[in-house]
């Protein structure tokens, strides 16, 4: 199972060539597990202008796994944040913390590109997909 960052997303949805976006197009060819949680589908759907492309990214994210957060992964991501700051690595993006909190309870791997959850994989158990 993948959780993919809203980072992938937003450059998957533009149809920028990069390589996470062929990572997660090689991923959807071979029907592996492909997943979001609500933190991710609440900042892909925000950015969009269009209601006509809201409702075609909307109807195209419904099909995916769903990973719900619970009490436990906003505890675990701010232990996480504190963990780390405490280690001297400050995130720049605080819900990064929750993303990685969701793969890591649901032990999804992480396609992302946000230099920020390879800080967060040096210091915790988090599996960056790549």
């Known amino acids: 199972m993948?959780?993919?960052d809203?980072?992938?997303w937003i450059d998957f949805f533009a149809g920028r060539n990069e390589p996470?976006?062929?990572r997660l197009?090689?991923?959807i060819e071979d029907e592996e597990d492909v997943c979001l949680c609500g933190v991710i589908l609440s900042e892909v759907?925000?950015?969009i202008r269009s209601d006509k492309d809201f409702a075609r990214t909307k109807e195209y994210l419904d099909d995916l796994i769903f990973l719900p957060m619970r009490q436990t992964t906003f505890l675990g991501a701010a232990e996480m944040y504190?963990?780390?700051r405490k280690q001297g690595v400050t995130i720049r993006q605080p819900v990064d913390c929750m993303i990685a909190s969701v793969a890591l309870e649901y032990d999804a791997r992480l396609?992302?590109?946000?230099r920020d959850f390879d800080h967060i994989a040096r210091h915790v158990k988090l599996r960056i997909y790549a």
Do not use: E, S
């Not at 396609?111 to 946000?114: I, K, Q, R």
């Open 25 to 27: 197009q090689q991923l």
């Open 82 to 84: 504190r963990t780390l």
């Open 2 to 4: 993948v959780l993919i």
């Open 111 to 114: 396609l992302h590109n946000d």
């Open 20 to 22: 996470h976006v062929a």
């Open 6 to 8: 809203t980072t992938v």
């Open 45 to 47: 759907l925000q950015g």
